[in-house]
C-alpha cells in the first residue's frame, strides 16, 4: 500500500490570480505545500496535478524547477483529474491518495499523518478532518483509497461533484464508510489559506513572525493567541466560498 499526495494547483484563480505562485519568505506557496508534505511519514510520493490550460504552464514549470511530478488534466472536471493523475503515476486498489490543495501553504504534515493512519486503522473509505471542520481553514486533509476514488469518478454526475473532488463521497454516506479526525478544540472559524490578497498579506505576515519554514500547527495557534490581531487581517471571508458558490450554481442552472 503507498499513499499518493496529489496537490491541485492552478494559476488561473478569479479572487486572486497566480496565487499558489506568490512568495512566501521568498518561497512560492505551492513550494510550500510540496516541502510540508514531504515532511509526512506517512507519505510515499508527492505530485501536482494541475490544468491542461495554457496558463498553467506556469505552475508545471515550477515543479520542473523543483523537481516535482506534474500531472496535467481537466480545468473544470478536478475529479477527472485526480483520477487521471492516480492512473498516470500508478496508483492500485488499495494504495491511498491523499488530496490537499496547493493555496494552503501552512498545511500541518503531522495532522495529515493523523488524518492517513486514521484511514488505515479504521478501515474507511474515506478520512478527513473536515467532515466537521475543527482546525483552521487551510490545514484540510482529506484521504481516500484509489478504489474509492476510481467508484467516485465513475458515480458522480452532478458538476460541483465533478468540481470538487470528494463530494460525492461526502454527499453519500450510504455508499462510503466516512471518518474524521478532530482538534481537541474547535478553531475552525479561523483562516489560513489563500484566495484573497488579505489572506496573502495574514499568512506573509506569520511566517515572517515565526522566521522558518517548518513551524507547526501549534506554533502558529500559539502566536495568534498571544497576539490575536493578526487575524483581524483576513476576518471578513467565508470558509469554502468556492464550493458555496459551485452548489448554488448547480441548483440555479448556472455555469461557474
Request: aromatic share 10%; hydrophobic share 40%; charged share 25%.
Amino acid at each position: 500500500m503507498d499513499v499518493f499526495v496529489i496537490i491541485q494547483a492552478r494559476a488561473g484563480s478569479t479572487r486572486l490570480p497566480e496565487k499558489v505562485l506568490l512568495p512566501i519568505l521568498e518561497k512560492p506557496v505551492l513550494k510550500w505545500v510540496v516541502d510540508r508534505m514531504h515532511l509526512c511519514s506517512e507519505v510515499n510520493h508527492v505530485m501536482v496535478a494541475t490544468t491542461d490550460s495554457s496558463q498553467d504552464d506556469s505552475v508545471e514549470k515550477l515543479c520542473g524547477s523543483i523537481n516535482i511530478p506534474c500531472f496535467r488534466g481537466s480545468e473544470n472536471d478536478v475529479l477527472d483529474r485526480y483520477y487521471q493523475a492516480a492512473c498516470f503515476f500508478s496508483a492500485k486498489n488499495n494504495d491511498i491518495i491523499v488530496r490537499i490543495t496547493g493555496d494552503c501553504p501552512f498545511i500541518d504534515f503531522a495532522i495529515c499523518d493523523d488524518v492517513i493512519k486514521l484511514l488505515k486503522t479504521t478501515g474507511a473509505d474515506y478520512a478527513s478532518n473536515v467532515s466537521p471542520p475543527s482546525f483552521p481553514d487551510g490545514l484540510d486533509c482529506e484521504a481516500f483509497s484509489f478504489q474509492t476514488l476510481k467508484k467516485a469518478w465513475t458515480q458522480a454526475s452532478k458538476n460541483f461533484e465533478r468540481e470538487h473532488v470528494t463530494q460525492y463521497i461526502v454527499k453519500n454516506p450510504q455508499l462510503f464508510t466516512i471518518a474524521n479526525h478532530t482538534a481537541s478544540e474547535d478553531n475552525s472559524e479561523m483562516r489560513w489559506t489563500i484566495d484573497y490578497p488579505d489572506d496573502y498579506r495574514f499568512l506573509s505576515a506569520i511566517a515572517e513572525r515565526l522566521g522558518c519554514y517548518d513551524f507547526t500547527y501549534v506554533d502558529v495557534l500559539n502566536l495568534l493567541k498571544n497576539e490575536p490581531s493578526f487575524m483581524d487581517i483576513n476576518k471578513n471571508y467565508k470558509r469554502n466560498i468556492g464550493l458555496e458558490i459551485s452548489i448554488n450554481n448547480e441548483i440555479t442552472g448556472e455555469v461557474s
